[in-house]
């Protein structure tokens, strides 16, 4: 069953009070989210590289009324799914995942190079995308996220829908470059981002695991940092997101899409999560019955770092 | 007027071992560098990341967290749970390029020597360093 029609079906025969999807943006390579609630809306649903998105996020902020809803879900919306359900966020029951195969989203910031480029002057062939008729390999138009992505289907899903070709990309270690580099240039690469920030809040808004009702950032007693968005602020701030999000975050990258700015944020979450995953063998939205990694310990973890 | 730069190092000190450990350093007259500044815990596992990025974010040259040996927390397993988190925080402060800015380790209360071993490598080890690099065009709002 294709996407439309499964969606089309499922309010049809009231399955659902909702399907939580993407509907075209106001701006080419935009998409935003939508909650259909008429079978009729559905013909204006798509899916395509541009739906960065992690629609888990809106699971948790549906209106009054929706008991059950169905998710249009990639890969990394079907693992904040069950992180969400492990964190006792959602019920599963109340939540029908609508899974599709993810061709990986495209940086858009990518595409600043082609002056005025028309949406339909974009599309994607197999493992190539073609803009304005010559073909590049879709691999490097990826989010550094979707580069080394492991589950481009949901890997707990109701319904799979076909079609959506899947290419096999090699799964890249997007951070090996910059972990390579002497310490001094980490540095400097990292105090330029984390300058740049004007703590908008864009990322952490955009994160479903983010879901506090009173974030450390904001909050005043105890106050971590100020809200002015010097260096230091945004430090605490960005570290200290990213302790929170070890062994939480579902490495969609959404965060880094929702940066105005364009800094490269999800880096340092991409990182928490490949030390859980390297360290204490775990990944987050994969085992719905996992114990998180910080209720528990083994004798052995590492202990050489300390003295 | 114009005394060198010495390192400030904020050091989180659990009660019941590394706390104990720095007074025997004390009450048993061993010198170690008066870089510390010491804030007494009751344990490894509640010391929060976000205290040690406070006290980077405040201007702390380093910081140092130190806890009972592992199979010796008072309250059974806190220093395990620590030892996870701090793991992960380190792993990231590596990528930064600030891995060295933030120390941890193991100090019993029958430890006072290994105590003053511990501040001395540290100071010096952040003394190399320099400067606390996140003070750069700093504002003047301190959080209350
Ligand atoms: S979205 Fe970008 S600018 Fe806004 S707080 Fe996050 S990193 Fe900073
Ligand atoms: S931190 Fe970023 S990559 Fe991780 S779950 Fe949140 S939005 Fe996704
Ligand atoms: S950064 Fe931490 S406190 Fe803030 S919303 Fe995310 S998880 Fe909650």
Redesign the pocket.
């Known amino acids: 069953m294709t996407l439309h029609d499964a969606a089309r079906k499922l309010l049809e025969e009231h399955k659902v009070q909702g399907v939580l999807g993407y509907r075209k943006g106001s701006l080419p390579f935009r998409t935003r989210p939508y909650l259909f609630r008429d079978p009729c809306e559905i013909e204006e649903l798509v899916f395509n590289p541009f739906c960065g998105l ?1 629609l888990a996020r809106y699971l948790l902020f549906l209106p009054q009324g929706i008991e059950r809803v169905a998710i249009v879900a990639k890969g ?1 919306d079907g693992r ?1 799914c069950v992180a969400l359900v492990r964190e006792n966020r959602l019920r599963r029951e109340n939540l029908l995942i609508l899974g599709v195969p993810c061709p990986g989203m495209v940086d858009t910031r990518k595409l600043a190079e082609w002056e005025g480029l028309k949406e339909h002057e974009v599309t994607l062939r197999g493992g190539e995308i073609v803009i304005r008729g010559v073909a590049y390999p879709l691999a490097s138009f990826l989010d550094a ?1 979707c580069r080394r992505c492991r589950y481009r289907s949901p890997l707990v899903y109701d319904i799979l829908v076909e079609g959506g070709e899947v290419p096999s990309l090699p799964q890249e270690d997007t951070l090996r470059e910059l972990r390579s580099l002497p310490e001094e240039k980490r540095w400097e690469f990292f105090r330029k981002e984390l300058s740049r920030c004007i703590r908008c809040y864009a ?1 952490r808004n ?5 879901y506090c009702k009173e974030c450390f950032a904001e909050s005043h007693k105890p106050s971590f940092l100020h809200p002015s968005p010097t260096l230091r602020d945004n430090f605490v701030f960005h570290i200290g ?1 990213a302790m929170h ?1 070890a062994g ?9 899409r929702a940066c105005p700015l364009g800094i490269p944020i ?1 880096t340092l ?2 990182a928490v ?1 490949d030390t859980v995953r390297e360290h204490f063998a775990f990944e987050a939205g994969v085992d719905v019955a996992a114990p998180a990694p910080f209720v528990t310990y083994r004798e052995d973890d590492p202990n050489a770092f300390i003295r | 007027m114009n005394s060198p730069w010495e390192p400030k190092i904020v050091a989180f000190l659990c009660h019941w071992c590394s706390y104990a450990g720095a007074d025997l350093a004390g009450v048993s007259r061993i010198q170690y560098p008066p870089n510390i500044r010491v804030v007494r815990v009751p344990c490894s596992g509640s010391v929060d990341p976000l205290y040690i990025l406070k006290a980077l974010r405040e201007g702390a040259d380093g910081v140092l967290v130190s806890g009972c040996h592992p199979g010796d927390c008072h309250y059974l397993s806190g220093n395990y749970f620590a030892r996870r988190k701090f793991l992960v925080l380190h792993k990231l402060l590596d990528l930064l390029g600030l891995r060295d800015r933030v120390h941890f380790s193991w100090v019993s209360a029958s430890e006072g020597q290994r105590f003053a071993d511990v501040v001395k490598a540290v100071t010096e080890v952040v003394r190399s360093l320099g400067p606390n690099p996140l003070r750069e065009g700093e504002s003047t709002c301190d959080t209350p």
């Open positions: 992690n990394c904040a996220s990322c955009a994160c479903p695991m983010c997101r999000l939480r975050c579902v490495e969609c990258g959404a965060c880094e999800a979450f991409l999560s």
